[in-house]
């Protein structure tokens, strides 16, 4: 059956933006633009002023925002870090990367970690938690921030779902020693491909990455200060990406709108159960729209059946997935009751009202039957 609602669309999404797009790339290859110029400088400042911190460094994706993250935080062997299994793998794979030891927590009903847990999981060898702010809400960063301080543990936030989410009035991304996001296609700012950045408020870390980002050269004297990476954002990514952020605070509110829509016209089943919606401390971006149905792999198949594109994220939790190491021995019931019951229903600022109706009537239809 031909696909009728995409669960992404980028050429519409760069129909509406062609002209500007193709001006600062146009602008950028003729000067011969390429890597480090003003408009990655421009993009990183204006990101950083986004989320309310004084640095941002861009990186070549949201992966490598929290291994350098870490890396810059002197986080490696013997140290454990906290973070939870309901996330994308790269959250503890740069962890392991790093020499460090991940530490699993459960979720909660929010689908993001469950604090209390948290903190019955500290040793005298935990030395950080990475929060994930998933699906575009931000994790009970009041009670997290609480902890940290208590235990003196490091802050890096996965924030690569929630660019423009806020907590109390406070931007996703600005809570702990250091932010990463990502600029995959399908985020809420997506480039043209890979991409990333981290932000923060320390001048040293962002100083650290900076270096980290591009081989530990110093430019200006060609002085090498310690072993680095190739991990920069590429100039045009960023030229496009700046274009694009300052139409994100109107993308954010058709996701909002979105949000609500599917809210109005699945609320009355009581075999869905919603996401959360935002309240007097939550602002949440929906960077998925994330529904749990106990009948989740019919409910999808009927769906797909229908021309509706569904993602499921993710079917297995990955404490299960054998070849990654050493992850097994965490117990993650609420993880592992998710991971059976979740689906991510398409939403993105291009969605039409017509798409999200019959998205909707689609799924009633499947619990008349
Ligand atoms: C997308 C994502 C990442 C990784 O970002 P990339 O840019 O794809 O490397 C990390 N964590 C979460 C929660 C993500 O959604």
């Known amino acids: ?7 992404v669309n980028y050429p519409e999404h760069y129909c509406r933006i062609w002209d500007e797009v193709m001006k600062v790339i146009k602008e950028a290859l003729s000067k011969g633009d390429l890597m480090l110029r003003h408009q990655l400088r421009e993009f990183e400042e204006n990101t950083a002023s986004f989320v309310g911190v004084k640095y941002g460094i861009g990186v070549n994706s949201g992966t490598d925002a929290l291994f350098l993250s870490l890396k810059a935080s002197g986080i490696g062997h013997g140290d454990e870090v906290l973070t ?5 793998v790269a959250t503890i794979s740069t962890v392991v990367h790093c020499g460090a030891k991940p530490i699993l927590v459960d979720v909660g009903e929010d689908m993001n970690m469950d ?8 040793t005298p060898q ?9 699906n575009g809400r931000i994790c009970d960063m009041g009670h997290l921030m609480a902890i940290a301080d208590k235990y003196n543990l490091i802050v890096i936030e996965d924030a690569a779902q929630a660019l423009g989410a806020s907590f109390n009035g406070k931007w996703a991304g600005s809570f702990g020693l250091s932010g990463c996001f990502s600029f995959y296609p399908a985020k809420m700012l997506g480039g043209a491909g890979d ?3 981290v932000v923060t408020d320390d001048r040293e870390v962002a100083e650290k990455i900076r270096l980290l980002r591009d081989h530990g050269q110093q430019r200006e004297t060609g002085e090498f200060l310690c072993h680095g990476f190739n991990s920069r954002l590429d100039n045009l990514q960023a030229a496009i990406l700046d274009i694009k952020l300052k139409y994100l ?7 909002q709108e979105i949000a609500d829509l599917y809210h109005q016209g699945l609320s009355s089943l009581p075999e869905l159960k919603l996401p959360p919606q935002s309240d007097e401390f939550f602002f949440d971006v929906y960077q998925n729209y994330v529904v749990r149905s106990k009948d989740r792999d019919r409910l999808v198949a009927h769906l797909r059946d229908s021309g509706i594109e569904i993602l499921v994220s993710w079917p297995k939790p990955l404490h299960h997935h054998k070849a990654l190491g050493g992850l097994s021995q965490f117990h993650l019931p609420m993880t592992e009751k998710v991971s059976d019951e979740v689906l991510s229903l398409p939403i993105y600022p291009e969605l039409s009202d017509e798409e999200i109706m019959l998205v909707v009537k689609t799924i009633h239809k499947f619990y008349e039957q």
């Open 84 to 88: 939870v299994a309901h996330t994308f």
């Open 115 to 122: 604090v209390g847990q948290a903190e019955q999981a500290i």
């Open 195 to 197: 991409g990333g950045i």
């Open 249 to 255: 605070p109107e993308w954010i509110n058709r996701r």
């Open 1 to 7: 059956m031909k696909c009728r609602v995409p669960f």
């Open 126 to 134: 935990t030395r950080a938690i990475i929060p994930v702010h998933l």
